[in-house]
């Protein structure tokens, strides 16, 4: 039962500390997603991967957050120095992008859930 | 801005009923919509999904309604039960540079509570 995978599963941690979380994405798929979740704002993009590289990052705040795939089964997603705003859960997500489809489903992982003290 | 909007925020239905639930968008780029389901503590799941082109798809007790002109959209969960209590997301995504709908804005989901 292929899934992705998500650590750590919680974190907490003080203002100002790094905080690192990791994503290893469905075995075969090329196309990788980090979401944040809130209650207020509801479920954002922040950015997303295909083959390693990245194809938009425009929903990042760029001073604190940054994303990188070191290789196809790892996906990490930085925050230098955390905030209390950064509280939320972070949600990785997975896809296989085939050049005859346009539309593919996204399959999450159980997501970081984040709080910044 | 709030590209997809989606109510009710909440929604209470006794089994055996039907839910709707509405999203609307503005984007007329948007050419794909699918709707994901959420249990608490987990991810989001793929549920239905729908391209303009039709107005209406259905799986098993799951049925999208669209309207283009309106530019509006809906999911109707047929002979609720108490299994479907979940959170409902709405979405939307035009294509991306390298031609897949992967792009998804989504709405501010809606909390569905049906009781037994």
């Known amino acids: 039962d292929a899934r992705v995978t998500q650590t750590p599963r919680h974190k907490v941690t003080e203002m100002g500390q790094e905080v690192t979380m990791r994503c290893q994405p469905i075995l075969g798929h090329n196309t990788v997603f980090w979401y944040r979740q809130t209650m207020m704002q509801g479920l954002e993009l922040l950015a997303y991967f295909r083959n390693r590289a990245p194809l938009d990052d425009s929903g990042m705040p760029k001073d604190r957050f940054s994303a990188e795939m070191p290789d196809a089964t790892l996906a990490t997603l930085k925050i230098q120095p955390s905030e209390p705003r950064d509280s939320a859960v972070y949600f990785c997500a997975s896809g296989l992008v085939r050049s005859a489809q346009r539309e593919e489903t996204q399959y999450f992982g159980p997501g970081t859930r984040l709080l910044v003290l | 801005q709030q590209q997809v909007k989606q109510s009710p925020q909440s929604l209470i239905v006794q089994k055996g009923g039907i839910s709707i639930i509405n999203c609307a968008y503005e984007?007329?780029?948007?050419?794909?919509f699918p709707w994901y389901q959420q249990f608490p503590g987990k991810g989001p799941a793929l549920l239905i999904a729908?391209?303009?082109?039709?107005s209406e798809k259905k799986e098993g007790r799951f049925t999208i309604s669209f309207n283009k002109s309106a530019k509006q959209f809906s999911l109707h969960i047929m002979d609720s039960q108490p299994g479907d209590s979940a959170t409902y997301f709405c979405a939307a995504s035009s294509r991306d540079s390298g031609g897949s709908n992967y792009k998804l804005t989504f709405g501010k989901g809606t909390l569905l509570t049906v009781n037994p």
């Open positions: 729908i391209r303009p082109d039709v």
């Open positions: 984007n007329t780029a948007f050419d794909y």
